[in-house]
């Protein structure tokens, strides 16, 4: 699952590493959450068109992802950036260590 927010040109992006930094453990164990990775896109480098958050999340089961969309810490998404279309694929395969980079 992932989904893109997109920020204005002059979007201050230590704002988001501080979100990141501040609220990204809070997922930890959540229900089927298997690993995430927070990305920020920033406008001109590495060819990005634009100043982005897109979050990427890898799900066991889709009960977990449902309770993390529909009342769970998506919300926490909306209140400051507005809704945003939620991408999802069927995963066929996945080998995940675990890494932490903080």
Known sequence: MQYNIKLPADYDKDIIKKRVRDNGHKTDGYQDLVMKAYL????????????EYPPFYLWR??????????????????????????????????????????
């Open 61 to 102: 089961d889709t009960e977990g992802m449902n309770r993390f969309l529909l009342g769970g810490p998506f919300n926490n998404i909306l209140g400051p950036f507005g809704w945003t279309s939620v991408h999802t694929w069927q995963v066929l395969n996945a080998a995940v260590t675990k890494t932490d980079t903080r």
């Open 40 to 51: 920020i896109a920033e406008k001109g480098k590495h060819g990005n068109l634009y100043n």
